[in-house]
């Protein structure tokens, strides 16, 4: 199995662009993960989704983020408009269900800068 | 909220054992202990998780107190390569994993 595919690796964009992350799950798991990190904050939660589903979607900073997973096979991060605090490394990560009792496996993770 | 307390950052010496704490004395009864670490560059990976008894793995040991309120994680004989971010989360019902500052562990030759 390839694991967790995000993409891009690298985004470089400007300040009030739109930025769309990737994450395809590895197949068969039913439970997908968005987290930001970021030297102060360290890594946050943004949202989970279960077969699909927003679980948790509490760590989403504002208006400006929106996460969808159309499919159990991928799973878009938007920022519109995007700003230069927005800038960190994107992880996306995927387990086989809702269980808390199984482990996650993560992606390589998108490097954003904003500028 | 991570709901548990782990020091910053410990030491190790190459080719000793490591024993990283972890402190979660608000846990529930149906909270599991995962420890994942994550190394320079790199997304985490998953190390170990347990609910009550001690766990092995071929990567390392979690010892679990009694009352459940801490665990340890035990590396058995460090390398240059576990020079990581050692996080201890506490996996609640929701389903949801919240990692806290982690233990920043450095492996000296």
């Known amino acids: 199995d390839a694991g967790v595919i995000q993409s891009p690796r690298h985004e470089v964009t400007e300040m009030g662009q739109e930025v769309t992350l990737r994450c395809k799950p590895i197949s068969g798991h039913n439970s997908l993960f968005w987290y930001r990190q970021t030297m102060m904050r360290g890594l946050e939660l943004l949202i989970y989704f279960n077969n699909n589903v927003p679980i948790d979607d509490s760590g989403m900073p504002e208006d400006r983020f929106s996460a969808k997973m159309p499919n159990a096979s991928f799973s878009t991060l938007k920022i519109q408009p995007s700003e230069p605090r927005d800038s960190a490394v994107y992880f996306c990560?995927?387990?086989?269900?809702?269980?808390?009792?199984?482990?996650?496996?993560f992606g390589s993770g998108t490097q954003l800068s904003v500028l | 909220d991570a709901k548990t307390t782990q020091p910053n950052s410990m030491e190790s010496n190459e080719e000793e054992p490591v024993h990283l704490p972890c402190n979660h004395s608000t846990i529930s009864g149906t909270d599991y202990i995962h420890w994942y670490r994550q190394l320079p560059s790199q997304g985490p990976e998953y190390v170990i998780h347990g609910l009550t008894s001690n766990v092995n793995n071929r990567m390392a040991s979690l010892a679990i107190a009694e009352d459940r309120k801490s665990s340890t994680l035990i590396l058995h004989r460090a390398t240059l390569r576990d020079a990581a971010v050692y996080y201890c989360i506490r996996g609640g019902s929701q389903g949801n994993l919240i990692f806290g500052k982690g233990t920043k562990l450095s492996v000296k030759p």
């Open positions: 990560a995927s387990r086989p269900t809702g269980g808390n009792n199984e482990k996650l496996f």
